[in-house]
């Protein structure tokens, strides 16, 4: 190279330096803008998977006994012994059953018939009733699968075997417990992030409300040193979040984190790179802060919820759903996040999504340049 394309690789360097150095003191110094970028993913993933918990952690149980004998007891200690089942005072009958469901206070009604300490010591079956206040499906189908389970664990350290004449041994791999937010807070970090990308696009459009942008034209900064230091402030504080908002999940929510903390970083970083330079172009066209959230919102966050498998399996059974989910950059990191956090997967493994957001991060932020370039010569 030339001496003189040296020179203008180290001024262009310099150019870079001071847009980045310019970026970060605007967002320290700006409370708003601060929040938005580092812990805003934090405090919305801890609200979401609150808001997207399906899980029914504690459930009230009220029992008619018509057994009393030891091993009914025995039973009733044995699902309580964890904590999550309480039980209320003994009921004598349907009917007082029926008064604790109208008045919300238990979740379900045990019956334990007569001759259950009998069936057990004959090791036949030894069948109960449960009755479940079925108002809210999701509690009771809950609540029928902590009885069932602790039943059978029961009947399996009693008797040695279970109360069904024959036995469905179900192993689930991933997620023992098949708690939701185990599945939820990993597809969640795909959202949350969304909030740093549209800093960098509030980034963009805040300079032409404020007026600075136009000062920043009459500069030898060029666009394409202009986006990308706004990209590597953004980028690089977006993963400071990252960590953040995982350290919720992990320690928190007790997700469980099983693959490599080196690899989801990366992984994110190729995903906010991707939605970087989507925000960045929409930043073109758009001199708005309020326009920039709102089309945002609209064209990434609450498409994110429905169209992306986070609460709902892809339709392919409709062309146009499926493409629409495979243009957001949210669906293929729910998929990098699930598999990185509960599978261990790596790189290799997750290749066709990493490709999909690094060439559509790339894509985007080349048109951005190209456009972005026009309006400053």
């Known amino acids: ?23 970060y003191k605007h967002i320290w110094f700006d409370p708003g803008f601060l929040f938005l970028t580092l812990f805003s993913p934090a405090v919305l993933l ?21 057994d009393q004998s030891p091993q009914s007891f025995d039973y009733l200690r044995a699902l309580t012994a964890d904590g999550d089942i309480t039980l209320t005072n003994p009921v004598a009958n349907y009917d007082e059953a029926i008064k604790l469901f109208k008045a919300g206070d238990v979740d379900a009604v045990l ?38 389970g602790r039943t059978q664990a029961f ?12 036995e469905v041994r179900n192993r689930i791999w991933f997620n023992p417990n098949l708690r939701s937010q185990h599945s939820m807070v990993p597809g969640l970090m795909a959202l949350v992030l969304i909030l740093p990308s549209m800093a960098a696009a509030l980034g963009v459009t805040r300079e032409k409300e404020v007026g600075t942008y ?16 706004k990209l590597i402030v953004y980028l690089s504080l977006g993963l400071v979040s990252t960590l953040l908002a995982l350290a919720v999940a992990v320690y928190w929510f007790r997700v469980p984190f099983r693959g490599g903390l080196g690899v ?27 326009a920039t959230t709102s089309l945002v919102l609209l064209t990434l966050f609450i498409p994110s919820f429905f169209l992306t498998g986070l609460t709902f399996p892809i339709d392919k059974s409709s062309t146009g759903s499926w493409l629409t989910a495979q243009a957001l950059p949210t669906t293929h990191f729910i998929t990098i996040s699930r598999a990185v956090m509960l599978k261990a997967l790596g790189v290799a493994d997750l290749l066709p999504d990493v490709t999909i957001l690094g060439v559509g991060g790339a894509l985007s932020l080349v048109v951005s340049i190209l456009l972005f370039s026009k309006k400053l010569r």
């Open 1 to 23: 190279m030339a001496p003189g394309g040296h020179l203008g690789l180290w001024h262009s360097l310099r150019r870079l330096l001071s847009v980045i150095i310019k970026e």
């Open 46 to 66: 801890t609200l979401l998977s609150y808001v997207f918990s399906f899980d029914v952690e504690y459930a009230t149980l009220a029992v008619i006994n018509r």
């Open 111 to 148: 019956v334990i018939p007569p001759g259950f300490g009998d069936h057990l010591e004959g090791r036949e079956e030894a069948p109960v009733n449960l009755v479940v206040d079925g108002t809210d499906p999701t509690t009771a189908v809950s609540v029928m699968s902590s009885v069932e």
């Open 155 to 166: 009947s399996q350290n009693t008797v040695g075997v279970t109360a069904a004449p024959f």
């Open 214 to 229: 136009e000062t920043m034209v009459t500069t030898p900064i060029r666009g394409h040193e202009y986006l990308i230091g």
């Open 264 to 290: 989801y970083m990366l992984l994110t970083a190729d995903y906010l790179f991707a939605l970087m330079g989507y925000c960045l172009l929409l930043a073109n066209f758009i001199s708005s802060q309020r």
